[in-house]
């Protein structure tokens, strides 16, 4: 290579590195958006539907969450659902429902998250089949947590997770905490991160 060359090929090395970074921060970019943007928010009834077969509590306040078997930035709702359990002295009756669309089959209830669901202490978990559910409660993203008092009005609607995928604290999480402790929150609604209800998830964007 003669002398002449050398700006040429040190021009191009430099290039391809700002290509590269333009390319990695670009990547890291749309993954925070991906994470920070939230679903669809859920526009419950204001009192708790005759028709829903979930049998709520009428001693004590009721929370479903909405959940879709294969999302798995649902592992954080589901791990954060456990740290609200543990942190109020006085549960409410729990319920996840994971949505099974119509035409989906073992695969959607075979799933981890079903069994973490399971293993919260004082869950019940139910299958949301045709999303029967989640159409009375106007849900549509995964994670979606619905709080009503004893006598089956709204009290909360939204999630308990800062963003997809992310444990730790929320203000959702400590606005149905504060609820449940007999204290008035600050909103009484919160933004929901996850997977649309009746998707099939891409895996990738999970990573």
């Known amino acids: 290579m003669s002398a002449r060359s050398l700006p040429w090929s040190r021009l191009g090395l430099g ?15 749309g993954m925070i ?92 978990v139910v299958a949301d089949r045709g999303s029967r559910e989640a159409n009375l409660f106007a849900s549509r993203t995964s994670g979606t947590a619905l709080l009503y008092d004893a006598a089956g009005r709204l009290a909360f609607a939204g999630g308990i997770t800062s963003m997809r995928g992310h444990e730790g604290d929320s203000a959702g999480q400590e606005r149905m905490v504060a609820l449940l402790s007999g204290r008035a929150p600050d909103k009484a609604t919160s933004s929901v991160f996850g997977c649309d209800l009746g998707a099939e998830p891409k895996e990738k964007s999970h990573e």
């Not at 290039?15 to 970019?29: H, I, N, S, Y």
């Not at 592992?75 to 609200?84: F, I, K, T, Y």
């Open 15 to 29: 290039l391809a590195a700002v290509l590269w970074v333009l390319g990695v921060g670009g990547g890291f970019a």
């Open 33 to 124: 958006v991906y994470k920070t943007t939230p679903g669809l928010a859920a526009a419950p009834p204001a009192t708790w539907p005759d028709a829903s077969r979930i049998e709520p509590a009428h001693d004590r306040s009721t929370l479903v969450m909405f959940a879709h078997p294969k999302c798995t930035c649902t592992r954080a709702s589901l791990h954060e659902l456990g740290e609200l359990l543990a942190r109020v002295d006085k549960p409410p009756r729990v319920v996840v429902a994971f949505v099974l669309p119509d035409g989906t089959g073992d695969d959607w209830r075979d799933t981890d998250l079903w069994q973490s669901a399971e293993a919260i202490p004082g869950v019940s």
